[in-house]
């Protein structure tokens, strides 16, 4: 089968933007703990682009959203073993507004934003094993 080279480029595309903003909450929780709200908006934007990634190889449209429960469920339908770190990924779902305002109560503490940037850099690791070596970093 020809590679579909516009496909590799924008799976590609997707891959690269989790993985920096993956690398982004790492890097401002090591700057400064104050920035947990923000690091906890780019864990829950990488979790997001790991779906969209995998989304997209597999050719199948989804809307613009930031809901994880929404694009772990289209994902788990294409491949049911991603249904356990699917669910364990959808409780951030939340962090793409509530952390992005001030006031909100439902900030998450250091040690939350901690462990789910651990959980996300596996799922990023689960999605990038599912996708062939063309699209790969």
């Not at 947990?36 to 780019?42: D, E, L």
């Not at 909100?104 to 799922?123: G, K, Q, T, Y």
Request: net charge neutral; hydrophobic share 45%; charged share 25%.
């Amino acid at each position: 089968m020809p590679v579909d080279f516009a496909l590799v480029e924008e799976t590609r595309a997707w891959i690269q933007a989790a993985a920096s903003d993956l690398r982004s909450a790492e890097i401002l929780l090591q700057d400064d703990t104050y920035l947990a709200p923000q690091s906890a908006f780019h864990t829950q934007q990488a979790a997001e682009k790991c779906f969209k990634e995998f989304l997209t190889w597999n050719s199948k449209a989804f809307r613009k959203t930031h809901n994880l429960v929404r694009l772990g469920k289209a994902c788990v339908k294409l491949d049911p073993t991603l249904n356990p770190i699917a669910a364990r990924v959808a409780r951030i779902s939340g962090w793409a507004v509530e952390t992005r305002y001030p006031g909100e109560s439902n900030h998450p503490s250091l040690a939350e934003v901690e462990e789910a940037i651990r959980l996300v850099r596996e799922l990023y690791s689960v999605v990038v094993a599912r996708l062939p070596n063309e699209v790969k970093p």
